[in-house]
C-alpha cells in the first residue's frame, strides 16, 4: 500500500484547502485512515481520522468545527477539507492507513505518505 498527499500549498488566514490522500497498490476498503500534522519543532498530532466505512469520524479539538474528514473508495482516496485555516494550522501534513480501527494514536499506523506542506500567512 502506498499513500500520496496532494493539495497542500501557501493560504492566508481564515482560507480553505483540501487535502487529498491516494492509495496505490491496493484497495483502501478495509484500512482506516488517519490524517496527522508536524509543525517544525513540534511533535507529531492526530488531526483527524475515519473509520473503513466512512461511517465513523474523530477529530482533534483544534479543527472540529473547521476540518471534515472523509472518503471516496470506489477512487481509492481520503480527503481533509480544511476551512477557517489559522497560522497555528501551519504544518507537513501526512495521511497513514491502519488495518483495524480508526484511531488518533500514530504509533498504531502502520502506512504513511510523504506528507505535503500547508502553511497559512499573510
Known amino acids: 500500500l502506498q499513500l500520496v498527499e496532494s493539495g497542500g500549498g501557501l493560504v492566508q488566514p481564515g482560507g480553505s484547502l483540501r487535502l487529498s490522500c491516494a492509495a496505490s497498490?491496493?484497495?483502501?476498503?478495509?484500512?482506516?485512515i488517519g490524517w496527522f500534522r508536524q509543525a517544525p519543532g513540534k511533535e507529531r498530532e492526530g488531526v483527524s481520522c475515519?473509520?473503513?466505512?466512512?461511517?465513523?469520524?474523530n477529530y482533534a479539538d483544534s479543527v472540529k468545527g473547521r476540518f471534515t474528514i472523509s472518503r471516496d473508495n470506489a477512487k481509492n482516496t481520503v480527503y481533509l477539507q480544511m476551512t477557517s485555516l489559522k497560522p497555528e494550522d501551519t504544518a507537513v501534513y501526512y495521511c497513514?492507513?491502519?488495518?483495524?480501527?480508526?484511531?488518533?494514536?500514530?504509533?498504531?499506523?502502520?502506512?504513511w505518505g510523504q506528507g505535503t506542506q500547508v502553511t497559512v500567512s499573510s
Open positions: 475515519i473509520s473503513h466505512s466512512g461511517g465513523s469520524t
Open positions: 497513514a492507513a491502519v488495518w483495524g480501527m480508526a484511531t488518533m494514536k500514530s504509533p498504531f499506523y502502520a502506512y
Open positions: 497498490g491496493t484497495t483502501l476498503d478495509y484500512y482506516a
